[in-house]
């Protein structure tokens, strides 16, 4: 058996993934003595990239968005001066219906984002449905940072899409120390927190509060790390805390991690903590199996219906994990008239899956368990 990863592990092999891209805390004059701009919209910003690599934004700065602010080129920043963590972070703030993305700098390599609070502004102007992500990443490019945003109320489907790009050359980005949520509704109007699919990724320290499809979706991101993440449901119920169900184009998870995580449901259930396998979300009996994921050393805890839910993978390791939490529900009749097993903190569809899995791990039916109460729309446990 391979040796399981620990959450120093991780924090070592993230100095290998992120080299060359730039400490976590930003220092030099460069930086800190930059001139900020005060105010106005995407265009003042958009000037400023297209003339000069580092954009720094005024502490407590307003822009109200008509169009997304976009990268020019490559090694390019944008942030707020002083480097601040609080409410004094400069915000951008999508102002007209016509809008979704913020702020876009797909197949831009070894861009940094950091400081900002971003504002999809959902509430006043409606739902996109289909619509792209409130940060769009990733692309064919490598090394793009995003730290200490404050991001919420995406238009569309998530708050933030690490697109693996159309060769799929998505490589060593970082999403760090970023708040997240909250993220759609729980009527069908979902949208996750985190959605990465960018290879070799690091995401790490992030909080996720109140999404409502997947606080973090990984689809595949090969090599990628998923550590130390917190991810909770307090007023808005959750379907999924950490996903690991997306076959994306090859259903490939090797050495991706998912290591030292929590999941808490604080006030809202989550319908799965940890779901891995395309069989345990959707209608799909025939779905291929994925492969290669590692998940360890998380925690569950408050409500929820199923805990660590394992369908249709195969050489997976699921060791050293806990569930603290109160698994609840009574399934109702899935989408194939089959009635799914009641939830439980460790289950596994043995027939489907194979890999190396702790102890705890029983037997159990775990088809398409985004269903197993009912309406998925109404996302309520029943009592």
Known sequence: MPR???????????????AGCGSDTPVGPSLSGATCLASGDETTINAALARASTVALCRDAVFELRGPVVFSRN???????????????????????????AIDFLGRSNVHVSHLVIDGNRPRLGRISGGPALILAGGDASGQRVEYVRAFEPRGWTCLHAFDGANRNCTGMTIAHNEFGPAGRPNGEWAD??????????????????????????????????????????????????????????????????????????????????????????????????????????????????????????????????????????????CFGRRPSAPAPFQIARASSSGTFQNEFVNAELDSLVYAFGDPTLLMLAR
């Open 4 to 18: 399981l990863p620990t959450l120093a592990t991780v924090v070592f092999t993230s100095a290998v993934i992120t």
């Open 75 to 101: 090694n390019q920043r944008l942030y707020t001066q002083g480097f601040p963590t609080d409410s004094s972070r400069a915000l951008l703030r999508v102002a007209t219906p016509e809008v979704v993305t």
């Open 193 to 334: 927190g985190i959605s990465l699919d960018c290879r070799r990724s690091l995401v790490h320290d992030n909080t996720i509060t109140d999404a409502t499809d997947g606080g973090i979706v990984i689809f595949g991101a090969r090599g990628s790390i998923v550590a130390g993440n917190t991810i909770r449901a307090v007023t808005r119920s959750l379907l999924g805390g950490i996903n690991m169900v997306d076959y994306a184009s090859d259903g490939d998870f090797t050495g991706t991690v998912v290591d030292a995580n929590v999941i808490e449901g604080a006030g809202r259930p989550i319908r799965i903590g940890l779901a891995m396998g395309t069989r345990t979300w959707g209608c799909v009996p025939d779905a291929p199996r994925l492969s290669g994921g590692i998940v360890t050393h998380n925690v569950l805890q408050g409500e929820m219906g199923y805990g660590y839910a394992v369908n249709g993978v195969t050489n997976w390791i699921v060791m050293d994990n806990v569930s603290n939490a109160r698994h609840v529900g009574v399934p109702a009749l899935d």
